[in-house]
Structure formats: C-alpha cells, structure tokens
C-alpha cells in the first residue's frame, strides 16, 4: 500500500513539476502540441470510463464536445459580439443574457453535457453492444444538424468566432491532470469495480444485486461532464467554434486512442493520446522534401499518415490488447517489483 501511494505521489509530483517549468521550456509550436494533448488526454480518458471500464460501445463523445465548445462560446462572448457575429438571424433574448467567467463557463459547460447524457441515458441504456453504439452514432449526428439549424443559438454553419483565448498549458493542463486522478478515483472504488463487472458480464453482475442502469448511467454521465468540459478548453484554445469540427471523425480519434493504449487503461489513454495527437504532429516533417544519403526527395503531403497509420497496425498487431491492456502502470510495476524479489 506504501508502494503504491509512494509511486502515485512521484508520478503526480513529476507531472506537475513538468505543467509549472513547460511553458518556460517549450517553444510555443511545442506548447500548442502540449496543450491538444493534455485537452485530448481530458477527453480520451473519460470517454475511456464509458467505453474501457464499464464497456458499454458509446459513439458519442463528439455530441458532448460540441455541446461544452457552444455552451463556454456562447458564456464567454459579451451581448455586443453576439449582436456583431449572428448575422443569419438575432440571437434570442436567452442568449444575449447569459454571460460568465471562464471557470463558470467551463463548469456550466460539463453539467450541460452530463445533464444532457441523464436524459438521454433513459433510451440508450434500453440496448446493449452494436444498437448502442448505434443510438449513441446518431445523438453525435443530431447534435451537429442542430447546430447548423437553429441560428438563432448557435450562429448556424457560421459558428462562433473570436471567443477569448483563455487556454493555455497551466490551464489543459492541470485540468487533465484533476480528470485523470478523478477518474482513477472512481475505477479504484465501489463504484469502479461495479462498473468493471458490468463489463464482463452484465447479466452476472444484475444477478449479484448491481444496480446496472444506476452505475451505467453514472459512468455516462461522469464521462459526458469531463468532455463537455473538454470541448470548452478546445473552444478557448482554437478561439472559434462551428459544426464541422465535431464531426464522427473526432469520436473515431478518442476510439483509437483508448484502443491504442487499452480498453479499460487510464494510463494507457494519456499515453495513447501522446502517441496519436503528438505523433501526428511530430511526423509532419515526412510531409516535406527529406535529404537522404544526398539525395532530396520531393514534398509528399499524406505522407506522415500514411507512416502513421503502418506504425499503428503494427502496435495493435503485436499488442492486441493496447499498450496496457486493462491494467494501470501501478500494477505493472507492481507486478515487476514482485518478480524481481
């Protein structure tokens, strides 16, 4: 038990030494990677408590980011800028009228999208495994025509621009940080080994006396909160918002990550988002003329996600499971301490 608190401690400590001494290190290219990372690692790792721990085949994280994205947007910007930019048709009065700071932004924007996720939790939870998956693929769809069609709120296909840039790495940062130990918190306790029995067999588990739907819902909705604030640090990050960045393909990114890493593995979520978002980035020179043995290969654009993409089958050829299966570091160094005494 002193093993594991020490380690945690040190692995924490580490952590935040290098969010406090990045931003006086890094460059502010290398700064903006830092920062997708730590908001993809915030969104990889709830998405992961849905989708890993309690194994329910959700495809709706792009819905709940698009609803935190809007509602820290429509927060942050004064009556006077929503005048100016809402050019198709007036916003509402509701609209003019809200106005907050930025930590209340970000807060309203995580309890709309889990108070969103209860509701929506009724019909969902009625299905399991390909259906759900289904239902869930098709809130994403219904969120992004809702934002297109109802200019009245969201500006339309315009979207919303010159939101305060309020993001950087002190911010993303220790906010993935808080996610990742409030997440480990929950796998860790009652609630998580509910969620994991769930998992393996959720028949098994209704007839042990687990509320499935309570601890289902729960997951969900904890899940839905940290994406929803996910998506309001990306809003104040990129400083513009609009449908088309909330498309399946942004699911289909989180999908990979927690794969890559391993379904279950919060650990194995923040390093599969650093391989995935900070490996992309970090490959974009295979993009550009190369110099090899003096020869200058011509500019082949694609040509980093194609490597990428070869480099990823690979991984999961030889660890079908991810990087970390369903386990956490902590229980693997556990388990090499052991063997080494």
Request: hydrophobic fraction near 55%; charge should be neutral; glycine fraction near 10%.
């Amino acid at each position: 038990m002193r093993y594991k608190i020490a380690i945690n401690s040190a692995v924490f400590l580490i952590a935040a030494g290098f969010i406090f001494f990045a931003p006086a290190i890094f460059d502010e290219y290398s700064m903006r990677i830092l920062n997708n990372i730590a908001i993809f690692a915030i969104l990889a790792v709830s998405y992961n408590l849905i989708n890993g721990v309690t194994g329910q085949f959700s495809l709706e994280p792009n819905g709940f980011v698009a609803i935190g994205a809007y509602v820290t947007a429509l927060l942050l910007l004064s009556a006077d800028e929503k005048m100016y930019q809402f050019v198709v048709e007036e916003p509402t009065a509701l609209i003019l009228w809200i106005n907050s700071g930025f930590i209340t932004a970000l807060i309203v924007s995580g309890l709309t999208a889990s108070a969103v996720a209860l509701m929506l939790a009724f019909p969902v939870f009625r299905v399991r495994g390909d259906y759900l998956a289904i239902v869930t693929l098709g809130f994403g769809f219904i969120i992004q025509i809702l934002a297109i069609n109802n200019p009245q709120i969201t500006n339309g296909s315009l979207g919303l621009n010159d939101i305060p840039e309020y993001a950087n790495f002190y911010w993303t940062g220790f906010a993935a940080l808080f996610t990742v130990i409030f997440i480990l918190n929950i796998v860790n306790s009652k609630y998580g080994r509910a969620m994991k029995a769930i998992r393996d067999d959720e028949d098994a588990a209704g007839a042990m006396g687990i509320n499935t739907f309570k601890i289902k819902t729960t997951a969900f909705c904890t899940s839905a909160f940290f994406e929803g604030i996910g998506g309001g640090l990306l809003a104040v990050l990129l400083t513009t918002v609009s449908p088309d960045q909330f498309t399946f393909f942004l699911t289909f990114q989180l999908l990979i990550i927690i794969v890559l890493g391993g379904l279950g593995s919060t650990t194995g979520a923040v390093v599969g988002t650093v391989l995935v978002i900070g490996g992309s980035e970090w490959l974009r020179f295979l993009d550009e003329p190369i110099r090899v043995f003096g020869y200058e290969t011509p500019a082949m654009p694609g040509l980093r996600m194609v490597v990428f993409s070869v480099i990823l089958i690979l991984v999961m050829l030889f660890a079908r499971r991810g990087l970390f299966g369903n386990s956490e570091a902590g229980d693997i160094l556990k388990k090499i301490r052991s063997k080494k005494q």
